[in-house]
């Protein structure tokens, strides 16, 4: 069986569309702060490792319940050049990744999850207020398009468990036009977009406002625990510290326990130019919200503040041995085929060229949403896992971090969610057999009106599997 997205799309299209285009993030061309290299080892109360969401929002909160506390946050490259620079902006309340997962993973405490994820989304919005961060804000809601028949009855069910407003093809058309929607279910209250590489700039800018140490080009190389506190190594020399938090994202833990838990996974966006009011006016996008189709292999798009679309997602795409390489970011096949589903998706943009084209590796584990652990006897705490959906569950994932470094019990990390760690993938060979057998499988369910095979249904069963 093909999907709609099998059709035949004119090479000549793809090839002028994706003549012009930019390599690198779109987000990224923006002015932003540098800061300083660490010049020298240093002691402090609080060192936070890593200079994205995870990290920035980990020192703010700290340096805010703590006033007067040393809090130092170093990152190996620059603020927010990673994950944090390259994602859609999508803000997503659920921390679970989706309803589907929360439910099925901790069903008695699924409503709690909900009900943090969506303080966790009205905290973010009230942070950037305070801190008056201009990170082009919008509480949009979030549109889920069926594309296919079999996925309609997914949103039927999605409207009835109070996931959102279902819309029949004539209501979605009416609210975004694009002839391969059958139905849609719409969300309004749990997502926001925003500019994600202004968001962690600001979030960096406040930091420092508010008395956080920020060294750049500074990666941490080890770390042990000692008699009073935690000795992280650099090449400038050792930070003493009587916390840390780890928040190294998709890179290598600096624990070696966890190193097992999280690969690298691949994730492809094209920007396309400012679309004009005549552009926009044919495909008839004027609430703005967040996009998302429902296959197991989906896509994803937004409006950016100056009316580019933000295109990105389908191939989700792991290489042998859970290398993070640069060499796998410029993936020619990749970008043709998210363009051609493109002008499937809006055949009225015909003469929309793209700007940009980017990548970045997400931090994959397998129940898709974030776990947290503490190390060196309670004074490390990490979190890692986020599978895409971080810009938001990172703020909450910090809050966890200072919650189980401070030791006192909170509801969150009272949550199954946070004591609970996933399984681990297997060592190679066997993870890129799995990881590839599970891509293979998933992309036949789409071909399948979402029949899942059997290797799949075992996945299910044992609480392990793989999301694009």
Same mark, same amino acid.
């Given at each position: 069986?093909?999907?709609? !997205?099998d059709r035949d799309v004119d090479p000549g299209l793809i090839a002028r569309a994706l003549g012009s285009a930019t390599f690198g993030s779109m987000w990224l061309d923006t002015p932003r702060p540098e800061y300083p290299t660490l010049p020298g080892g240093l /002691?402090?109360?609080?060192?936070?490792? =890593? @200079?994205?969401?995870?990290?920035?929002?980990?020192?703010?909160?700290?340096?805010?319940?703590?006033?007067?506390?040393?809090?130092?946050?170093?990152?190996?490259?620059?603020?927010?050049?990673?994950? /944090?620079?390259?994602?859609?902006?999508?803000?997503?309340?659920?921390?679970?990744?989706?309803?589907?997962?929360?439910?099925?993973?901790?069903?008695?405490?699924?409503?709690?999850?909900?009900?943090?994820?969506?303080?966790?989304?009205? @905290?973010?919005?009230?942070?950037?207020? /305070?801190?008056?961060?201009?990170?082009?804000?919008?509480?949009?809601?979030?549109?889920?398009?069926?594309?296919?028949?079999?996925?309609?009855?997914?949103?039927?069910?999605?409207?009835?468990? @109070?996931?959102?407003? !279902?819309?029949?093809?004539?209501?979605?058309?009416?609210?975004?036009?694009?002839?391969?929607? +059958?139905?849609?279910?719409?969300?309004?209250?749990?997502?926001? $977009?925003?500019?994600?590489?202004?968001?962690?700039?600001?979030?960096?800018?406040?930091?420092?406002? *508010?008395?956080?140490?920020?060294?750049?080009?500074?990666?941490?190389?080890?770390?042990?625990?000692?008699?009073?506190?935690? +000795?992280?190594?650099?090449?400038?020399?050792?930070?003493?510290?009587? +916390?840390?938090?780890?928040?190294?994202?998709?890179?290598?833990?600096?624990?070696?326990?966890?190193?097992?838990?999280?690969?690298?996974?691949?994730?492809?966006?094209?920007?396309?130019?400012?679309?004009?009011?005549?552009?926009?006016?044919?495909?008839?996008?004027?609430?703005?919200? #967040?996009?998302?189709?429902?296959?197991?292999?989906?896509?994803?798009?937004?409006?950016?503040?100056?009316?580019? $679309?933000?295109? =990105?997602?389908? &191939?989700?795409?792991?290489?042998?041995?859970?290398?993070? &390489?640069?060499?796998?970011?410029?993936?020619?096949?990749?970008?043709?085929?998210? *363009?051609?589903?493109?002008? $499937?998706?809006?055949?009225?943009?015909?003469?929309?060229?793209?700007?940009?084209?980017?990548?970045?590796?997400?931090?994959?584990?397998?129940?898709?949403?974030?776990?947290?652990?503490?190390?060196?006897? #309670?004074?490390?705490?990490?979190?890692?896992g986020f599978t895409g959906l971080g810009v938001g569950a990172a703020r909450f994932a910090a809050d966890v971090c200072l919650d189980l470094l401070d030791g006192r019990p909170t509801e969150r990390t009272e949550l199954e969610m946070v004591n609970r760690k996933?399984?681990?993938?297997?060592?190679?060979?066997?993870?890129? $057999? @799995?990881?590839?057998?599970?891509?293979?499988?998933?992309?036949?369910?789409?071909?399948?009106?979402?029949?899942?095979?059997?290797?799949?249904?075992?996945? &299910?069963?044992?609480?392990?599997? !793989? &999301?694009?």
């Amino acid at each position: 069986m093909q999907t709609v !997205f099998d059709r035949d799309v004119d090479p000549g299209l793809i090839a002028r569309a994706l003549g012009s285009a930019t390599f690198g993030s779109m987000w990224l061309d923006t002015p932003r702060p540098e800061y300083p290299t660490l010049p020298g080892g240093l /002691s402090c109360d609080l060192l936070v490792v =890593g @200079g994205g969401y995870a990290g920035l929002w980990s020192a703010l909160h700290a340096i805010e319940r703590n006033p007067g506390a040393r809090v130092v946050l170093i990152e190996a490259e620059r603020v927010g050049w990673a994950a /944090s620079g390259r994602n859609g902006g999508f803000v997503e309340a659920s921390i679970t990744h989706g309803a589907e997962n929360g439910k099925s993973r901790w069903p008695s405490e699924f409503d709690r999850l909900e009900k943090l994820g969506l303080a966790n989304l009205d @905290g973010m919005q009230a942070d950037i207020e /305070s801190h008056a961060m201009k990170v082009d804000w919008e509480r949009t809601g979030m549109l889920t398009v069926a594309t296919e028949p079999h996925q309609v009855a997914w949103l039927r069910e999605g409207a009835d468990d @109070g996931d959102g407003r !279902f819309l029949d093809r004539a209501a979605v058309r009416a609210e975004v036009d694009s002839p391969t929607y +059958q139905a849609g279910l719409f969300a309004a209250d749990t997502c926001a $977009i925003v500019h994600p590489a202004r968001l962690v700039f600001e979030l960096a800018r406040a930091c420092a406002e *508010a008395g956080v140490q920020v060294f750049e080009h500074t990666p941490a190389t080890s770390v042990d625990r000692e008699n009073t506190g935690v +000795q992280v190594k650099t090449p400038a020399g050792m930070i003493e510290a009587d +916390q840390v938090v780890l928040a190294t994202n998709v890179f290598p833990s600096l624990l070696k326990r966890n190193r097992l838990h999280t690969v690298p996974v691949y994730d492809y966006v094209l920007a396309t130019e400012p679309l004009t009011p005549e552009q926009l006016d044919r495909i008839g996008w004027r609430s703005r919200q #967040g996009i998302g189709d429902s296959a197991n292999q989906f896509h994803y798009y937004r409006l950016s503040a100056d009316n580019r $679309i933000v295109w =990105g997602g389908y &191939d989700a795409v792991y290489h042998f041995g859970r290398r993070v &390489d640069p060499m796998y970011e410029d993936r020619p096949d990749t970008y043709r085929r998210l *363009a051609a589903h493109f002008f $499937i998706t809006f055949p009225q943009l015909e003469d929309v060229r793209f700007s940009h084209r980017w990548a970045g590796a997400i931090d994959t584990n397998t129940r898709f949403c974030a776990h947290w652990g503490l190390a060196g006897r #309670g004074r490390i705490a990490y979190v890692n896992g986020f599978t895409g959906l971080g810009v938001g569950a990172a703020r909450f994932a910090a809050d966890v971090c200072l919650d189980l470094l401070d030791g006192r019990p909170t509801e969150r990390t009272e949550l199954e969610m946070v004591n609970r760690k996933p399984l681990p993938f297997p060592p190679e060979p066997a993870a890129s $057999i @799995g990881i590839q057998a599970t891509r293979w499988s998933l992309n036949r369910a789409d071909h399948n009106a979402g029949k899942r095979n059997i290797f799949l249904r075992t996945l &299910d069963r044992l609480g392990l599997g !793989f &999301d694009s």
